[in-house]
């Protein structure tokens, strides 16, 4: 966010121009991933397209940490003595990228009730410009320094980050269809309830792209639906999977300005297109030199039909960072994330019946030995 010669090109597509997978760094045991972790190799193409082994560049593990699944305990009043409570375990699959001076891990969290969330925490080394102030009582208040002084000499430019994923649901089968289920207010007639208003959720399917073409307002809510109209579950409802946003940001810059066109999915944050082969990326097949001539903003104009489609769900996770003195040098991990849940997708809680933890099933961690003065 420096617009100044030095810097205003500094807009780069970490992912398209580097390569999230040919940045993939080898992870660290015990400290990337814990002592239960399993590591699977990656296969890379080297510069002649010949392909090479590198290992521990994905870690599976499963990861319990103190969560509940679900309780429930009776009130004393009833006279019943119940208290039913169960774990919450999660299956943790990550992976982390390097990619100059960020780095970028990226989570896949499988949950026992169905639900997926997928995380990402930016660490690594913030981009930084050198600068004569060593105190901030050396800045002009009319000064635009488009950072954070955060040493002496050294200056953390403000700058954000967006990931889009490319989520093909296939809910129960191939034709889906995107239902923005909106909350609305209702206000209830004269003498009709005590109450003025309530909530009313109100069904729309998506007929076309723009029908799901999606800015989050906190003030405007709505929960987003990938549903199969074709399944039903045995009470009538078509089965599904919503998308649960998480902490994220909004583009701010102008549209025409050239790093926003080439960035143009972060218009919003979630589209719905048909599954086409060849756009897999939304910053288009070659962002190198692009003038945003062929991304998900450019596809979605086309205003394709997608109800009872094969489509596919982007979902874009965005970062606002004003730097502060604790991310210097090294940042400490900043994490978002957003989930695809289970709605009617099953007849009930799946986990209603898995057993509780018993005092055999968790390790005890004990002093080794006593520390001496």
Wanted: glycine content about 6%; overall charge negative; charged content about 20%.
């Amino acid at each position: 966010m420096d617009p100044s010669d030095a810097w205003y090109f500094k807009t780069y597509m970490d992912a398209g121009e580097y390569g999230f997978g040919l940045q993939a760094m080898p992870l660290d045991p015990l400290n990337d991933c814990p002592r239960n972790a399993y590591y699977m190799d990656g296969v890379f193409a080297a510069a002649d397209g010949t392909p090479y082994v590198r290992s521990n560049m994905v870690c599976v593990f499963e990861s319990y940490a103190g969560d509940i699944g679900w309780r429930h305990s009776e009130s004393p009043i009833t006279g019943m003595e119940i208290r039913e409570v169960r774990p919450k375990v999660t299956l943790v699959v990550r992976m982390a990228a390097s990619v100059a001076n960020y780095d970028y891990i990226v989570d896949w969290e499988f949950q026992t009730d169905g639900l997926v969330r997928i995380k990402v925490g930016l660490s690594g080394i913030l981009m930084v410009k050198g600068t004569p102030y060593v105190n901030t009582n050396q800045v002009n208040e009319q000064e635009n320094l488009h950072g954070t002084l955060l040493s002496e000499n050294v200056i953390g430019v403000i700058h954000d980050h967006y990931i889009t994923f490319h989520l093909d649901m296939d809910i129960d089968g191939s034709d889906n269809s995107f239902v923005n289920v909106h909350l609305q207010r209702e206000h209830t007639l004269p003498g009709e309830s005590p109450r003025m208003s309530y909530l009313k959720a109100v069904r729309n399917v998506a007929k076309t792209e723009n029908d799901a073409k999606i800015k989050l307002k906190l003030y405007d809510p709505s929960e987003f639906h990938i549903i199969n109209p074709g399944k039903t579950t045995w009470v009538g409802n078509p089965v599904g999977y919503k998308v649960v946003p998480g902490g994220t940001a909004a583009n701010l810059l102008d549209p025409n300005d050239p790093p926003q066109k080439r960035g143009a999915f972060t218009n919003n944050q979630i589209w719905v297109t048909p599954y086409n082969k060849s756009e897999q990326w939304a910053g288009g097949l070659f962002v190198y030199q692009s003038h945003g001539d062929d991304t998900l903003e450019e596809w979605s104009q086309r205003d394709d039909p997608i109800e009872n489609k094969d489509i596919v769900l982007w979902y874009t996770l965005g970062f606002h960072h004003i730097p502060c003195q604790e991310d210097f040098p090294i940042m400490p991990t900043v994490s978002s994330s957003f989930d695809l849940k289970p709605v009617n997708f099953f007849d009930s809680n799946p986990i209603l019946r898995i057993p509780p933890n018993v005092e055999k099933d968790l390790p005890i961690c004990k002093a080794a030995s006593a520390a001496s003065a």
